[in-house]
């Protein structure tokens, strides 16, 4: 069965301070891993779609990167305002289009 | 452009009522999921709706059903509801070529 494993649980940054999340997923056929993030109450924030092992993207202070069976998050010199929950989740090539998701990673980034 | 909606933001009902969640995509989106996030935890998949039909299913009982429109808009349906179906209901829209799927803010149960 499809799992995704997010470390770690919990993380608290300095600001400025670098740090990666790591995605772990067992499926062999991926068709895009996912990366979310979530303020307390609200609905999750697209951030990236990732395709194939190599692949990179960026957007401000983020980076996401995928290997074969793992996908890193990258936040380099974090605000304060980058604390949230961030999601990670995988679609398979055989599914319609059921997310799995981890059960996330909470970043507190403190002034 | 207006993201995904959903309606109302918050409900609180009690054990054994019926609840309905609705939920209007993104323009331009015409494929629905519902996901339901348990406090902590990562959201999990409930159903999927493409062109008015359930194309795909969760670990959910049959409580839950749901319908699309003609529109695109869709709605959830729990019945019996249990102290358990407490959480945040959210709704996601994509096209149905792309896999990236877009989240609404979601509707919070609250079962008393």
């Known amino acids: 069965e499809d799992q995704v494993t997010q470390s770690p649980e919990a993380l608290r940054l300095q600001e400025g301070e670098s740090s990666s999340l790591n995605c772990s997923y067992t499926?062999?056929?991926?068709?895009?891993l996912f990366w979310y993030r979530q303020d307390p109450g609200k609905g999750p924030e697209f951030l990236f779609t990732?395709?194939?092992a190599g692949e990179e993207k960026e957007k401000e202070r983020l980076k996401a990167t995928l290997t074969k069976k793992e996908s890193f998050l990258h936040i380099t010199a974090p605000k304060p305002e980058d604390s949230a929950t961030y999601l990670c989740?995988?679609?398979?090539?055989?599914?319609?289009?059921?997310?799995?998701f981890g059960a996330g990673t909470q970043v507190v980034v403190t002034p | 452009d207006a993201g995904v909606t959903q309606s109302p933001t918050h409900l609180i009902k009690t054990r054994g009522q019926q609840v309905t969640l609705r939920c209007s995509p993104k323009?331009?989106?015409?494929?629905v999921s519902w996901y339901q996030q348990a406090l902590g935890q990562g959201p999990q998949f409930i159903f999927q709706?493409?062109?008015?039909?359930?194309?795909q299913r969760g670990n959910f009982p049959d409580r839950f059903s749901g319908h699309q429109f003609p529109n695109y808009s869709s709605e959830l349906n729990v019945n019996a509801l249990l102290l358990g179906d407490s959480a945040l209901y959210l709704c996601?829209?994509?096209?149905?070529?792309?896999?990236?799927?877009?989240f609404g803010p979601g509707t919070r149960l609250l079962v008393l």
């Open positions: 996601a829209s994509s096209p149905r070529q792309a896999a990236t799927q877009y």
């Open positions: 499926v062999s056929g991926l068709r895009g």
């Open positions: 990732l395709y194939s």
């Open positions: 989740a995988d679609l398979t090539t055989d599914s319609w289009g059921k997310l799995q």
């Open positions: 323009s331009g989106h015409d494929t």
């Open positions: 709706y493409y062109e008015e039909e359930e194309r």
